[in-house]
């Protein structure tokens, strides 16, 4: 089946620094969607890419489609503590309504 | 909007019971999904339905059954409990034509012992 590769796994940080994360599938997709989860909470949507290219911002956070349509990235600028969670992204195969997800990237921010 | 809701939101079930997972969303959403995440990973699909009387199959959907008999309710059967079950369920929903964003309920955690 499709794969989808999310990196890092998981990462440590300080408070104020910037974050990257990135996500690589083996297929093209026609959307990227990020997510952020909170232990015991279900994901919230952070933002969504329709487009090749495409660079969108919502407050601290940065995602980018990439040009080959095979990945994405989502950057957080001067993280802080509340940043702490799971985070996830989500691609969309052309011509299906299916989303597949990643395995996550675990962040720690240390104060 | 209340959004996606699930009910129960925590459940402990013997092997071979059976048990209903609830799931309402109120934003009008043609999409419903069905999710379960196990421990440090990803999220799976397991059902999935496109409109009242219309559901397919995803990634995991042994021993389990969903039906769609209204646009806002979407409820996941479980017919005989097995431990492999132990896992939290998530309920999603979306529109196709708005950015068919997902939207996540708060997710049905369940323990089969």
């Known amino acids: 089946g499709q794969q989808l590769n999310q990196s890092p796994q998981s990462m440590f940080i300080q408070e104020g620094e910037d974050v990257s994360m990135n996500c690589t599938s083996s297929s093209i997709f026609n959307t990227w969607l990020w997510y952020k989860q909170d232990p015991g909470e279900g994901p919230v949507l952070l933002i969504a890419?329709?487009?090749?290219?495409e660079l969108t911002s919502n407050g601290r956070l940065t995602a980018q489609f990439g040009i080959t349509r095979k990945d994405s990235f989502l950057n957080i600028s001067a993280s802080i503590p509340s940043d702490v969670g799971i985070y996830f992204c989500?691609?969309?195969?052309?011509?299906?309504?299916?989303?597949?997800f990643g395995t996550g990237t675990r962040l720690k921010v240390l104060a | 909007n209340a959004g996606v809701t699930q009910t129960p939101k925590f459940r402990i079930l013997k092997i071979g019971q059976s048990m209903t997972l609830q799931c309402t969303q109120d934003m009008n959403h043609n999409y419903m999904y069905w999710y379960r995440q196990d421990p440090g990973m990803g999220l799976k699909l397991i059902y999935y339905s496109v409109g009242a009387g219309i559901t397919d199959k995803g990634e995991v959907p042994n021993g389990y059954n969903v039906s769609r008999s209204t646009t806002e309710d979407f409820p996941l059967r479980l017919e005989l409990a097995a431990p492999s079950q132990t896992s939290v369920y998530f309920c999603?929903?979306?529109?196709?034509?708005?950015?068919?964003?997902?939207?996540f309920g708060p997710g049905t955690r369940l323990t089969v012992t």
């Open positions: 890419l329709y487009k090749a290219g």
């Open positions: 989500a691609g969309r195969p052309s011509g299906t309504y299916k989303y597949i």
């Open positions: 999603a929903s979306s529109y196709p034509g708005q950015g068919d964003e997902q939207y």
